[in-house]
């Protein structure tokens, strides 16, 4: 396409981590190396062999939302909703800064309103098909968190929910910023997931790549010689796009940056000797953008923490990049992984490491192998102006996602 | 240039029919596969009717290892994928499969495989903590359902933009569109894009009990859904799916494909009114059909068909009728109107591409699917909603629309490509 696209701006946020219940929580916490990983304490998890979680824990729905939405949503609705409450006032946007159809909301999750619906089966095969909660057949479904932010908050314009396991986060920003190129000035994004009842967590446990350690520290080490799996995690983030022509006309107060490039791709199906596809969804998204490798400050890896997967993403990476061309970095150690609300939460990071001009670090990670080739930031954030990020995620089954952010300078 | 999106392969199962031929002839004939729910003792349910498909997957080709993999649902869109795959006469190991991609709907996803896999690890729903000891290694698959568009690419080994597009009951149509704006934008060429359902399981059945939104006309299975029809009192859940290879029009013509229609305009809002009521001016929905309209570069006077939502609840079809006043002014009384899921039930997120599937084939042949059961219509029902008997038109533009929890809207216009199929 050679006709100029208006840029799609990220104005908004509201974030809720385990390490921190909002934006400027989780940042503090991850520049101190704050860890949100603890022992699962939402029921009694000794009989299983996984044990460790990052939980929301010092955090009351309660306190942010009207008590009738409690009993018709999950958990991970309710994080959907504060945080996009939290996005919009951090954007300011109001009532009238635009019409009706000019606000759209696109969100993603892994497994919709799980623990509600475990609750409500529990309730159909013990009690009987009347015992059923009137609110099942909206609390569950993957469209949820979608349907109520556009409830709650007058969006009338285009809506969609994106599932595509831990990629889907980057996948709902992408399609936000596809919407605002289409015509919809303003955008609601982003991807929140929960699953810490005892059903959704040995489904977690039955994808086979959690990781049994016991120790919180030690237990999600992402490129490390001794990456043995992941610590599933919840929570997410939901951001407020929009038009640089919107921004601009009703005077946005935050500019955090902007999303210039976004593409995704699909793994070759098991067995096939190509290439797995996530440099080509990383060279995609740059393409997109109108930039190369070199003009990207650090990388905000992946990082599954399952080795295999890590020894690809880092031969993806010092692929395009060089060896030890880039910085790389994955604050999820201190998070878990959030499934669709990894992906926004790292391009959260990725903004304020631009405002900041520091590169948090992986914190655990301390042992990565020669042949990695990947300049991995450890230990301590890393100081200087960093004005430009390439996000990664990978979903299970082959999905892979990139998404490109880069500094607005002010005007 | 603006690329062109048309359709060029079709696949669908449905209740009543196990393949795209079955599906035509079922919906011309105005017959009905609504049943007797058979698929478990429905007794102590408040509805007790379905439209299920006889579908059987060893017939279907699918090997021992993927029936035990993929749920029901996932079995549907990779047999509908395939079917429609080889109706395009691609060939798929021509092309870069970086260029090819997946769009798949669906509502409620593995609910079945998540409803069998409970039982087990809860015995039979006595234990809220439950036994870690007998899970499936599949269990992952039903708990992210993404698994389903992965299953999909995997048929042709796509490689481009995959997704799954969740949007409850618009799900099929949403994906559709979703996969028109990836081939626009030049994404990728080619999409296999529609949405499947497979929701007749006792959670589903029961979560709609609870809010009376499908019918209790227990005692006539056959004539439960009854779209328009002054008797009528809510859907017939039934399950099936749709897919499409849809191609950059280029590409389709360049390679002499046979082209059903060319898809010229979707459009999808939010009605922020109720997560399940709507609002009786169909405002949004009316928004949406004229959004629609416009990308089409078309006027109201040009829709020759409306494909209506029509699922059979009384809020819904006055909803409708108001969004066709609202948005077509006078033409919407002169444009026919009808539902198949009349015929076919309302499978949820999969019935929107189905739909798409009966618009294509209304194009095709010349020919209107009727409004089955329609005997007297609703008063506030006051449309053309093509009662009961298929009608012959040459149909150039066609409307569908879908409505669906959450409040999404959808709408999107087929055009008639030049050349039919000798």
New interface residues.
Partial sequence: ?TRQREAVLVTGIGLLAPNGAGLERYWAAVLEGRSGIGELTR??AA???VRLAGQIDAFDAAEHLPSRLLP?TDVSTRYALVAADWALADAKIGTDDFD??EKG?VTAN??GG?EF??R???K???Q??GA???Y???A?????N???I??R?????????????QA?GL?ALG?AR?TVL?GTPMVVTGGVDS?LD???W???????RLSTATDPSRAYLPFDAHARGYVPGEGGAILVVESAGAAARRGAPHVYGEIAGY????????G?P?PP?LR?AAELALADAGMAPDDIDVVFADASGVPDLDRAEAEAVSGLFGPRGVPVTAPKTLTGRL?AGGGPVDVCAALLSFRDAVIPPTAGTTEVPEDYRIDLVRGAPRPGPVSSALVLAR?????NSAVVVRAVPAP | MTRRVVITGIGVRTPGGDGTKAFWKLLTSGRTATRRLSFFDPS???SQVAAEADFDPVHEGLSPLEIRRMDRASQFAVVCARDAISDSGLQFETFD??RV??SLGS???AATSL?QE??V??D???N?????AS??????D??????M??EV??TV????????????CT?GI?SVG?AC?VIR???ADVMLAGASDTPIT??V???????K?TTARNDDPEHASRPFDRTRNGFVLAEGAAMFVLEDHEHARRRGAHIYAEITGY??????????GLKPDGR?MA?AIRVALDESRIDPTDIDYINAHGSGTKQNDRHETAAYKRSLGAHAYRAPVSSIKSMVGHSLGAIGSIEIAACALAIENGVIPPTANLHEADPECDLDYVPRTAREKHLRSVLTVGS?????QSAMVLRQAGGARA
């Avoid at chain 1, 569950?140 to 949820?144: D, L, P, R, T």
């Avoid at chain 2, 039903?142 to 698994?147: K, R």
Wanted: aromatic share 14%; hydrophobic share 40%; with cysteine.
């Fill in positions: 396409m029921f009694d009989r299983y062999p018709q009706d159809y909301v892994a497994s799980f619906t475990h409500e089966f529990h159909l095969w013990s009987g098909p059923v909660s009137v099942e057949s909206y569950w479904f993957y469209a949820v979608t349907g109520q556009s409830l908050n007058g969006l009338r314009g285009p809506g969609s929910a994106l599932v595509a396991e889907g996948d399609h596809r289409r699953a005892p059903w959704g040995v489904a977690q446990i039955s994808g086979g593409a995704t791709t699909f793994d070759p199906p098991p096939s190509r596809g080509r499934y979903g299970k089954w082959g999905f | 102590r349910y408040r499969p970086g991609g997946v509502a409620v996803a409803e409970y039982l690890l809860s039979s729903g006595r809220w903590l439950v036994d870690h899970l499936s290694p599949h269990m992952f039903y708990l992210a359902p993404s698994a568009p992965a690419a995997w080994a796509a490689e481009g933009p995959v997704t799954m597009v969740s949007n409850g799900s949403d979703h704006q934008e030049g994404s006792p959670i059945v029961a979560s709609f009990d609870a809010i939104a459009a999808a809002r939010c009605n922020a009114y109720h997560m399940t949004e928004e669906g929890f959450g409040g999404f």
